[in-house]
């Protein structure tokens, strides 16, 4: 019996001196020190790269769909002008110019556009389309290289 409380007195001593370890007392600055292998600053580089290629799917606003190639760009070249903020893409779906604008989430943003957007062309409506990545406005990260 006393065997078992000696080797259940020296657990609890080595439990207490473990726990003893991991509490530290520091000031606190208010300052995070991110300490991590430069391996995986690039892996995460790495992985931002892929993903700013990536498409999403999305929404857009169809402005134009016709045969003729110069009306097609006439259009796009029109809603640049009144909107150059709004990114413009122009597809070929055989047999048909396709005119779409703009990069939205979803479908509420389309849709607010959608209305600024009726005024000056009256046939635009919403389509489902694989989107580019918004630019977020996210805070630089410090590298420690």
């Known amino acids: 019996m006393t065997t078992i409380r000696s080797l259940f007195f020296i657990f609890f001593l080595c439990a207490l001196r473990t726990f003893s370890f991991a509490q530290t007392v520091s000031t606190d600055t208010g300052k995070v020190e991110l300490v991590q292998d430069q391996r ?6 790495k992985q931002i790269e892929i993903n700013s290629k990536a498409n999403i799917k999305g929404y857009r606003i169809k402005i134009h769909s ?3 190639k110069a009306k097609a760009k006439e259009m796009k070249a029109k809603f640049i002008a009144r909107f150059a903020n709004v990114p413009a893409y122009e597809k070929y779906d055989q047999p048909n110019f396709n ?3 703009g990069d939205f989430r979803t479908k509420l943003e389309a849709y607010k556009f959608l209305k600024e957007v009726q005024t000056e062309f009256p046939a635009a409506f919403i389509v489902v389309d694989d989107i580019e990545f918004p630019d977020l406005d996210t805070p630089d ?3 420690k290289k």
């Open 40 to 45: 995986i600053r690039e892996l995460l580089d």
């Open 66 to 68: 016709g045969t003729d």
């Open 99 to 101: 005119i779409r604008v």
């Open 141 to 143: 990260v410090p590298d």
